[in-house]
């Protein structure tokens, strides 16, 4: 099940020190990011064949806002495919939706705030109240007509933010959706530098609130994200969850690979086509 709170804290960032930008940049930030959400305002005036390109608009304008450079590894599919990822700031969210995800799975905080709410909710984002477990599987319903219907939808599979050291695994809950739609599966992998090193400052992580992550946000001289994504996984109709879960948790870094290896090798080949390792004599006979 989802967590309602990250287990990482503001203890993951003690010790971290980053360049600080002055006063005055960081005005000039936060100016550049409120005229950005009073833009996005008006998306709803638009027709709605030109909101999409609106809301990607609106995404990278706020990043440059910020002073986010993002750099896209690969390409994300433009139909038909569930895009997870690891989660660790809710600058995750604009770093996909600039990138060209059009549609998104958030907590349903995320419904009420400004610019990124408003425009998630015109895109037919899907909101999930962590706190209930029994909105779970409606929510996993909505996923999979999405993808019946040829669309693409991104999910922190993760289930909450961490200070990007993973937060145990992908949780198996919407790869149903896939395997019931059925879809290919996206991994893709979100990683913050500062200054070239990586980073977790950007991270929403324990009770923080969002003013408490942009203020942090905003301090940062640089930051730069990294988007990389990952070979499709195709699931069999007979696929586990579970399986799926796991084999693109480790494609996005989030299981530990070598660890998974021995264990999912015979349940990767079918996957991914993939031979199966065939036991030598004596291992068979060990």
């Known amino acids: 099940m989802w967590a309602t709170e990250s287990g990482c804290g503001t203890h993951c960032l003690r010790g971290e ?3 600080v930008a002055g006063p005055a940049r960081r005005a000039a930030r936060l100016t550049g990011l409120a ?3 009073l833009a996005g305002a008006a998306t709803p005036l638009l027709p709605r064949r030109w909101r999409g390109r609106a809301l990607r608009g609106c995404a990278r304008a706020a990043l440059r806002a910020l002073g986010v450079r993002w750099r ?3 390409r994300l599919p433009a139909r038909h495919a569930l895009v997870v990822s690891n989660h660790i700031s809710w600058l995750d969210t604009v770093v996909l939706l600039a990138a060209g995800v059009p549609r998104l799975v958030a907590k349903s905080e995320v419904r009420g705030w400004p610019l990124i709410g408003r425009l998630s909710a015109q895109q037919g984002g899907v909101f999930l109240d962590r ?5 779970l599987p409606a929510a996993v319903r909505e996923v999979r007509d999405v993808l019946a219907a040829g669309g693409v939808i991104a999910v922190f599979a993760e289930g909450t933010t961490s200070c990007g050291e993973g937060a145990g695994g992908f949780r198996p809950a919407f790869f149903q959706a896939a395997i019931d ?7 893709v992998t979100l990683s913050f530098e500062a200054a070239g090193a990586p980073t977790a400052w950007p991270a929403f992580v324990g009770p923080e609130t969002l003013l408490d992550s942009l203020r942090r946000v905003l301090a940062m001289r640089v930051l730069a994200v990294r988007v990389t994504v990952g070979s499709a996984i195709h699931p069999e109709p007979l696929a586990s969850r579970r399986t799926i879960a796991r084999i693109a948790g480790a494609a996005a870094g989030c299981q530990p690979a070598a660890r998974l290896a021995p264990v999912l090798a015979p349940a990767l080949a079918p996957v991914l086509e993939l031979p199966v390792p065939v036991p030598s004599p004596l291992e068979k006979v060990a």
Request: no cysteine; charged share 20%; net charge positive.
């Open 181 to 187: 739609a059925p879809a290919p599966v996206v991994p």
């Open 35 to 37: 005229l950005v959400v």
């Open 131 to 135: 706190s209930r477990p029994r909105a």
């Open 72 to 74: 896209l590894k690969g």
């Open 17 to 19: 020190e980053v360049a």
